[in-house]
Antibody, heavy 118, light 108 residues
Framework: QVQLVESGGGVVQPGRSLRLSCAASGFTFSSYAMHWVRQAPGKGLEWVAVASYDGGNKFYADPVKGRFTISRDSSENTLSLQMNNLRVEDTALYYC???????????WGQGTLVTVSS | SYVLTQPPSVSVAPGQTARITCGGDNIGSKSVHWYQQKPGQAPVLVVYDDIDRPSGIPARLSGSNSGNMATLTISRVEAGDEADYYCQVWDSSSDHYVFGTGTKVTVL
């Protein structure tokens, strides 16, 4: 079955960096665009970034553009999110999700928690 | 940037019908997708492309989309339908994906 497992979350100080990973299995990873979506504690869903099936196209939400970088490794079936210059407002549960045949997200991983605090 | 507006909460008695709206500028020209998120769990896709349901999603959940409003309708509401629901579209003008503000459905 399709499975997405995020890792790499933790507590980090403002201004520091963190790298998240998402291990994909159960499908042909190189055929699907992949997303990162975050959810601050008690808040709604916020789309973060998407990488096309081959990594050739990448798009970012305005709050993270220039600080976050999405990448993918099809040899390892892994999606990554490099987060630099972290801010308190980046504190959230970060989910990876597969793009559907259209522009929906399905399925989602269980998320990894990032806490930015001094 | 494109904005999707949902009511913060909807309350409904068991067996009744819940309607969750998602407002956006000319949203009827876009494909709308809906997600259900129960406490402590990841979101789950329940409707895609306005009206279609993934396998395993009951027909009690249905979607519609026209003009400036999309709607997720839950018929014959059950206690297990209590969750947060989010609409989502792809904004072609920015290549951004947009989520609605979310609606908490409470079963009385």
């Amino acid at each position: 079955q399709v499975q997405l497992v995020e890792s790499g979350g933790g507590v980090v100080q403002p201004g520091r960096s963190l790298r998240l990973s998402c291990a994909a299995s159960g499908f042909t990873f190189s055929s699907y665009a992949m997303h990162w979506v975050r959810q601050a504690p008690g808040k709604g869903l916020e789309w973060v970034a998407v990488a096309s099936y081959d990594g050739g196209n990448k798009f970012y939400a305005d709050p993270v553009k220039g600080r976050f970088t999405i990448s993918r490794d099809s040899s390892e079936n892994t999606l990554s999110l490099q987060m630099n210059n972290l801010r308190v407002e980046d504190t959230a549960l970060y989910y990876c999700a597969r793009n559907g045949q259209g522009n929906w997200l399905d399925p989602w991983g269980q998320g990894t928690l990032v806490t930015v605090s001094s | 940037s494109y904005v999707l507006t949902q009511p913060p909460s909807v309350s409904v008695a068991p067996g009744q019908t819940a309607r969750i709206t998602c407002g956006g500028d000319n949203i009827g020209s876009k494909s709308v997708h809906w997600y259900q998120q129960k406490p402590g769990q990841a979101p789950v896709l329940v409707v895609y492309d306005d009206i279609d349901r993934p396998s395993g999603i009951p027909a009690r959940l249905s979607g519609s989309n026209s003009g400036n409003m999309a709607t997720l309708t839950i018929s014959r509401v059950e206690a297990g339908d209590e969750a947060d629901y989010y609409c989502q579209v792809w904004d072609s003008s920015s290549d951004h994906y947009v989520f609605g503000t979310g609606t908490k459905v409470t079963v009385l």
